[in-house]
């Protein structure tokens, strides 16, 4: 009678050939890869086989219909006469497979460019929790294409301390290289770039959707009139003028017009802050040689594609594996200086 003993070591002779510990000179064969000791009865396989159905091959045109082109997963079960959950499960593999075999695209060293960072937080809710993915860009000077870094999801609101460990994810070589930060005024921000020495941008779209609100979508009466209305083109000649003495006459304009009381608490704090941050808005003419965009709207159209792209999603795994799975495959995007805002 024969005994399978399992737990005894095999030595090696070849790739395809094993014995017994017992070193026994007569080996049995049974069938094609069976072999059976004659002086102990253990027996083994040859050339073993991975048991069960061989994996189908996934390819990763799969995810790039679900996330570039949208193709709904129903619809994609339908063409491939399959159910839904199948096309999630070929379609998961997929990200997995591009994410683990994918790197991100080195960024061009032209002659170790200055590199301009450009962040922005999209929040997310999964269940009764806040999460904000920090999306993070870099601009080299003289090239008017943003790589997309590393994204970074984390729990909880945005707030400087997150995005600190977003920026630690940073590669140290593309780190060295950053000279400049352009972000819509988060908190911590002017710290940050205080920290790291970089020049801080801010973005003149922000700023002109706090002034003005909803009324410039939905086109109703704006609160304030005529005053608002001369702050909204004091405030843009302020932040592009070249003069410095027509920006201290705008300067004290803004400082008169924030005082009337037929301004909202809203705006006049806007226009406050607004004062107190001039030179932040005005740092692309201060620092002509960075190159720098004056708005974060290449990673805002970025995130307005991940915003459908994770409207069906409900873990923050599976959130985390469908955004670098779409950096892959959108690692840039165009970004222009303020000689040319078409972003």
Known sequence: MLRACFGRQLDTMSPK??????????????????????????????????????????????????LSDRESTRGLARARHCSVETIRRRCRVACRSLVRTTALPKLPSV?????????????????????????????????????????????????????????????????????????????????????????????????????????????????????????????????????PRRVEELYQVLQHCAKQPDLTVRIRGTVRRFLHDLTLYRTYLDYPELSLPTTTNAVESRNSRLREVLKCVNSPAAAALRVQTYTRLHPSITCNHRENPQN
């Open 111 to 243: 002659s170790e460019s200055p590199l301009a960072l450009i962040a922005d937080g999209l929040w997310c809710r999964f269940g009764h929790e806040h999460w904000v993915l920090y999306c993070m860009a870099v601009k080299p000077v003289g090239i008017p294409t943003a790589f997309f870094l590393e994204p970074v999801l984390l729990q909880g609101r945005e707030d400087s301390r997150h995005w600190r460990r977003a920026l630690a994810t940073i590669p140290p070589a593309v780190m060295m290289r950053l000279k400049a930060l352009v972000s819509d005024g988060f908190r911590g921000a002017k710290r940050i770039a205080r920290t790291h020495r970089w020049v801080l941008q801010g973005c003149h779209r922000h700023l002109d959707a706090m002034l003005w609100g909803k009324s410039k979508q939905h086109k109703r009466r704006l609160r304030g009139g005529a005053v608002r209305k001369a702050i909204i083109k004091a405030v843009r000649e302020a932040r592009t003028t070249p003069d």
């Open 17 to 66: 050939q094993a014995k017994c510990s017992c070193e026994s000179p007569a080996v049995h064969r049974h069938g094609g890869r069976r072999r059976r000791c004659a002086r102990c009865g253990y027996t083994w396989s040859i050339r073993p086989v991975r048991p069960g159905r061989k994996s189908a091959i996934v390819s990763v045109e799969l995810a790039r219909r679900m």
